[in-house]
């Protein structure tokens, strides 16, 4: 993957979080610590998990309590499976939760 490439994913990740008119931290700190693609769409779908969790259950999950949710739910044995760089990362997060359906 080229650098072009990483960025146009970053853009991706962070476009629902950032504005065109304010600098987005997210994205700056992601950019400069090179962080794995396979870890920053890992991040993202628990963070929509963790958003559509927080809607259905009416109450407010901390990070600890949605990524022990999201591997006790066997989420992130799907993503391993599922994860692919050609990929994007609504893609994956779909192919996770539709093989919920499946089981």
């Not at 990740?13 to 396979?38: A, M, P």
């Not at 969790?53 to 407010?60: A, S």
């Amino acid at each position: 993957m080229n650098k072009e490439q990483y960025k146009s994913i970053i853009n991706e990740l962070c476009d629902e979080n950032c504005s065109c008119e304010n600098e987005c931290v997210l994205k700056l700190f992601v950019e400069s610590q090179h962080t794995s693609l396979r870890l920053l769409m890992q991040m993202r779908c628990v963070q929509k998990y963790k958003i559509m969790c927080e809607k259905l259950d009416n109450r407010k999950y901390n990070w600890t309590e949605i990524m022990e949710l999201w591997i006790s739910n066997k989420r992130a044995e799907r993503f391993a499976k599922v994860f692919s760089e050609d990929k994007k990362y609504l893609e994956i997060y779909r192919e996770v939760m539709e093989k919920e359906n499946e089981e």
